[in-house]
């Protein structure tokens, strides 16, 4: 095997649609894969004119074209010799967020039960949440919804038997190993712990959503009436996100 | 300005919708049967991307402000202007007052109504496509007024189209999804030869499948969608994603739906039946 010529690619590489191709790492994520994933993308849509928008999930990527693949010269080998030259690229400076929440019981419908549920305050569970730094893996599943990554094994629980037929726009919650914000009202089966004011996702701005994959994000607690004041700003559509 | 009297089951403006900004969960949206958008628009010599108005299953009844131009295409609407019938796939002049109205879809299940110039809703994210949190309403509503592009089109020839191909096709081509490899080979055949139904849970966002699929796929780790990608749920649910797909999400994608596959299954709906047909990329 130590002299076989032909290199096997870092990835399995799919071509799913005459125009779209998805690559797949076998590994469960990791900084290092996320670190990658972000790297390469911005290096494809450099080196191949022919990529007109990548999307990312936890391990994949997913390329599309504007023209069927098979026109496109000794793909995927030069993908993947543009993957193993990522290191002469630069990665783009990752932002850190802090999104004030209000944890207080009225904004948090589920803060208690999950509490119960976890066997620890509802302190404890504030200030763990509170005190961890977590990373945007990627951005899905609504307008806005950024998966995140560094949830405490603490708290860590099941999901909701039932999920929520309504959820308000800027809730928290926390469902198996992960949280998140829902950025607009839809469904969900999280247990919520809180609510922040920060608009999330403003279908007018050039720029909808105000982090990338790669940023990190940091809740902190607010009370209501902080809550109540930053509201306020968001529907005069003062209130402005700004990376620390 | 066009003004809805009667919005119909769900008729909602619709262009082709949001490309480029997938990376922020934003769906890409669009007309559900974009062959037959397309051709309303070309009708009237409209940009092939001009929003039209998209009605499903039944549609709305609407009073013109403003003299104008229209084209029908898709689903036979029994359309009526001013009481009387109208044909689809053929360029008609429009007066002010004029009264167009529809009824139930048949041969087919959704009908484009394009104006000379296209519906000038506001664009929000490069495209006038509704989808509920980014545009404020889902669908067009009643009472409502619905700007239209001013363009004098003269129409001494109207144009007219002659459909050489039924729509009602029940075979819909498909490719391999990422997924569709681990599959045992018992699975990969139930998928091309069994006649599948679509349920009536069935929207711009999805069409979940009567007929389960027997597998023991693993999930996977959240990974990149697109509209036509076939999901299956771990107990076999297949759902098939149409226009306003999530971007992302946790279950095998064992199937995609060609581009014309979407077009084609945009005119069926619940209890319609069909089978994959699988064909090279």
């Known amino acids: ?244 | 300005m066009i003004e809805v009297l009667l919005t119909g089951i769900h008729s909602s403006i619709q262009d082709l919708g949001r490309f480029g900004m997938q990376n922020t969960g934003i769906p890409i949206g669009g007309a559900m049967d974009q062959a037959a958008m397309q051709m309303a628009n070309s009708l009237l010599n409209n940009h092939k991307h001009s929003a039209v108005l998209e009605m499903s299953f039944k549609g709305p009844k609407l009073l013109f402000h403003q003299s104008t131009a229209i084209a029908l295409a898709g689903a036979d609407m029994n359309a009526k202007l001013n009481e009387k019938p109208i044909n689809n796939f053929t360029a008609i002049k429009i007066k002010e007052n004029d009264l167009l109205q529809f009824g139930n879809a048949h041969q087919g299940k959704r009908t484009y109504l394009a104006v000379a110039g296209g519906f000038k809703n506001p664009e929000i994210l490069n495209s006038r496509s509704q989808y509920l949190g980014i545009t404020p309403e889902a669908t067009i509503s009643k009472t409502k007024l619905i700007p239209i592009d001013k363009v004098d089109l003269n129409l001494k020839k109207g144009a007219r189209l002659t459909l050489t191909e039924s729509n009602e096709t029940d075979t819909i081509p498909v490719y391999k999804g990422p997924e569709f490899y681990l599959l045992p080979k018992k699975a990969q055949d139930q998928l091309t030869k069994q006649v599948f139904t679509i349920s009536n849970k069935n929207s711009r966002m999805a069409y979940v499948l009567v007929e389960k699929l027997l597998h023991e796929l693993p999930s996977i780790w959240t990974a990149p969608l697109l509209p036509g990608t076939i999901q299956c749920t771990p107990d076999g649910t297949l759902a098939i994603l149409m226009r306003d797909a999530q971007t992302t999400g946790g279950y095998p994608r064992v199937l995609q739906v060609s581009d014309e596959g979407i077009n084609r299954l945009a005119q069926k709906s619940t209890k319609d039946q069909f089978q994959f047909e699988l064909t090279s990329v």
């Open chain 1, 1 to 244: 095997m130590k002299h076989k010529m032909e290199k096997a690619l870092p990835f399995r590489f799919f071509i799913i649609h005459p125009k779209v191709a998805v690559l797949e790492w076998d590994t469960e994520p990791n900084p290092r894969l996320l670190k990658l994933l972000i790297g390469f993308q911005k290096a494809i849509l450099k080196e191949f004119k022919e990529v007109s928008q990548i999307t990312q999930g936890y391990c994949s990527l997913m390329l599309y074209h504007n023209c069927e693949i098979h026109y496109i010269n000794d793909y995927p080998n030069s993908l993947c010799l543009l993957f193993d030259s990522l290191s002469h690229y630069s990665f783009t400076k990752q932002k850190i967020w802090q999104i004030p929440v209000c944890y207080e019981e009225s904004m948090a419908p589920d803060l208690k039960s999950l509490a119960n549920q976890l066997n620890i305050s509802t302190a404890s569970l504030v200030r763990e949440h509170t005190s961890a730094s977590y990373q945007v893996n990627f951005i899905g599943f609504l307008p806005g919804f950024l998966y995140l990554s560094g949830l405490p094994k603490v708290l860590e629980c099941r999901r909701k038997a039932r999920p929520a037929s309504r959820v308000d726009r800027g809730s928290i919650g926390i469902g198996g190993k992960q949280t998140g914000i829902y950025p607009i009202e839809s469904p969900g089966g999280w247990h919520l712990i809180g609510k922040t004011p920060y608009p999330l996702f403003e279908p007018k701005k050039k720029n909808p959503c105000f982090a990338k994959a790669g940023d990190s994000i940091q809740f902190l607690s607010i009370s209501k009436s902080d809550y109540l004041e930053l509201e306020k700003q968001r529907a005069q559509g003062t209130l402005k996100i700004k990376p620390l």
